[in-house]
């Protein structure tokens, strides 16, 4: 348990950006969560001839032109491209007035799993196939690096104070916001921008996952192969995007007359020790972060009214959550509402922690659940008396929800949201 002091200061949502494949901001993200909406459609990015898995949740509709300045979206990779659309959009929805507050108490923290794959594709591709010595771009460098993302928002509004990156695969943007969240809590920074940005949809992704057997491979019908908790699930579905925090001291906030999305009250991280790529069969890993965050809460785990679970839709990792969930919670597991949204928007790797803690948020401040779309049948080794929200929406008080994100290399992450009061 966390050791918690009087000092310790709160710590509140102010503004919320999303661009996802079923919506490029919030008001659309939001709708389709609500609505059912599988963003899973047959991969536009390259041929698919060849590849065992040819669907992924692409975006939709997204045109860099329509965000940024051609000058400078040219010289980004389309992760850093995603991240600056949606901080963009929360700032925006912040208020923040940059010349009233204190540039060195302001920082960015953002999370990626993979960083610029699609430039790292496309130079190495290039250099191959001339095959007259190496030739590089300038930019390779600067395009790929998971840590260029929180640079080029930095420079964006000039934030001076803390700024770095979280790499922690599918775990890696609620790192980010745990991260961010600890530095206000206590009283290092003021202001924090978190989330994270990932763009994977490309031929080595595809490729390499489909060869570890991660994807799902239901080609005859896209929309309905992200099937988390579902009897017939065969591995997830890749998606893309970014969905950034703006997180503030809650007096700083106040004093600035913000709107308050919600409030960030505890967040935790672990290990399993386990397997590279598997969970712990029995979600002892998983338990244990649920655990922590909400001890580190100082909440009950009877406060919890919601989880958006990780549930990716493997054959391996729902069963481990649901395991990890009954551990914790016991007889209280069948009083909550439990949702993977990843059954719409598709796995978004070190950015699904953002875009789910929004989802979190959306649930807290509508009192409705998303649902888990695309359930069919049961797996008998997932107990159906588990209230997993499936295919239509569930009206609901939530006055608490919990995120979870984990990742390949055992990496655990929870965080815990509030309905904001004062």
């Given at each position: 348990?966390?050791?918690k ?18 919506g ?48 400078v ?32 108490r ?11 794959f ?87 992704a595809?490729g390499?996952?489909?060869?570890m ?17 579902d ?27 913000a ?24 979600g ?6 649920m ?33 990890a ?34 989802a ?10 998303p ?18 929200t ?9 006055e ?23």
């Open positions: 348990m966390f050791l002091t009087k000092s310790m200061r709160r710590v509140v949502v102010t503004g919320i950006g999303a661009l996802t494949p079923i490029n901001n919030i008001k659309e993200y939001k709708e389709s969560l609500f609505n059912g909406v599988s963003g899973a459609d047959f991969i536009t990015y390259f041929d698919i001839s060849e590849f065992k898995t040819k669907f992924a949740c692409e975006l939709k509709n997204f045109n860099p032109d329509d965000y940024l300045d051609r000058k979206w040219r010289k980004l990779d389309p992760f850093s491209q995603y991240a600056l659309v949606a901080a963009e959009e929360a700032m925006q929805d912040s208020g923040l007035d940059l010349d009233k507050i204190d540039l060195t302001a920082g960015v923290i953002m999370g990626s799993g993979i960083g610029g699609d430039t790292f594709e496309k130079e190495v591709t290039k250099d191959v196939l001339r095959g007259a010595g190496p030739k590089f771009s300038p930019f390779l460098i600067p395009k790929l690096i998971p840590d260029i993302v929180p640079g080029h928002i930095s420079i964006k509004y000039g934030f001076t104070g803390i700024n770095y990156a979280t790499v922690a695969a599918c775990a890696s943007a609620s790192m980010a916001i745990a991260n961010s969240f600890d530095y206000i809590r206590f009283g290092k920074a003021d202001i924090m921008i978190s989330g994270g940005s990932e763009a994977a949809v490309t031929r080595t595809i390499g996952f489909s060869s057997k991660a994807l799902s491979q239901r080609n005859d019908d896209p929309k309905i192969a992200s099937r988390p908790f009897l017939g699930r065969d591995g997830f579905v890749l998606g893309e995007g970014s969905g950034v925090l703006v997180l503030e001291e809650y007096e700083h906030a106040i004093k600035r007359g709107k308050i999305h919600a409030e960030i009250i505890g967040a935790a991280m672990s290990a399993d020790a386990y397997h590279i790529t598997a969970p712990h069969p029995e002892n890993g998983a338990m244990q972060v655990k922590t965050a909400i001890e580190d809460a100082n909440i009950d785990v009877t406060d919890v009214d919601y989880i958006n679970v990780h549930g990716t839709s493997t054959p391996l990792g729902d069963i481990a959550e649901t395991l969930i009954k551990k914790l919670f016991k007889e209280y597991a069948y009083k909550m509402n439990i949702s993977s949204t990843k059954s719409m928007t598709g796995h978004l790797l070190g950015a699904a922690g953002a875009v789910e803690a929004i979190s948020i959306f649930a807290i401040n509508d009192s409705l659940i649902p888990t779309i695309n359930h069919f049948e049961d797996d008998p080794k997932i107990d159906s008396k588990l209230n997993l499936f295919n239509v929406p569930q009206e609901r008080n939530v608490i929800a919990l995120s979870n994100t984990f990742g390949f290399g055992g990496h655990n992450s929870s965080i815990v949201l509030k309905k904001y009061s004062e």
